[in-house]
C-alpha cells in the first residue's frame, strides 16, 4: 500500500480536533469577552483569538481536505459519491462561513486595538460581532454535520 491508513485517518482525526477545537474554544471566549462589555478583555481576546486561528486552525483546514483525499485514494472510495459531493458542498459551505470570519476578527483586534480600557467600544465593533456570530453558526453546522458524515457514511456507494 502506498500510503499507511492508520497514519493518514490518525493525522485526519487529529487535525479534527484542532479545527473543531479551537473553532469552539475561540468562539466561547470571543462570545464571553464580548459579553464582558470590557474593553481591555475584548482588546486582548480578539488578538489571542486571531493568534490561534494561525497557529491552529488554518493548519487544520488545510491538513482535513488533504488527508481526507488521501484517506480516499488508500479506501478505494469513490469521488462521485454521493457521500464525497455532501462532504465536498459541506466543507465549501464551511470554508465560504469560515473566511469572513477570520476577516471579522482581525477587523475587531484592528478596531479595539488602540483604545484605552475606559473608552467606549464603537459602533462598529457591534456591528462587526453581529456578522461575526451570524457566520459562526453555519460554520459550526457544516462541521457537525461533516463529523456525522464521516463516522456514519451514508449514501459511499
Ligand atoms: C474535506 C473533506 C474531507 C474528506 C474528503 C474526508 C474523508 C475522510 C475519509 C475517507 C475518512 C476515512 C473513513 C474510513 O476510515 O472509513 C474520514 C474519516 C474521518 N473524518 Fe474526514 N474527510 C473530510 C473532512 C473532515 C472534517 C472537516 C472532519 C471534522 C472536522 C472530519 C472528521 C473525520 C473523522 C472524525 C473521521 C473518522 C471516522 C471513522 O473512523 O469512522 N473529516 N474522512
Known sequence: MLYDYQLLKL???????FLWGTGVGTAFFMVMAHLSNNTETIQR???HVVIADWL???PAFIIQPIS???LMEVLNYSFKS???FVVAALYSIM???WFPVVYLQDQMRKLTKNLNATDELPARYHALFKRWISLGFPAGIAVISLFVLMVYKPWLV
Do not use: D
Request: aromatic share 28%.
Open 11 to 17: 493525522i485526519h482525526i487529529f487535525s479534527s480536533t
Open 45 to 47: 481576546t480578539t488578538k
Open 56 to 58: 491552529f486552525t488554518t
Open 68 to 70: 481526507g483525499y488521501f
Open 82 to 84: 454521493q457521500w464525497f
Open 95 to 97: 470554508a465560504i462561513a
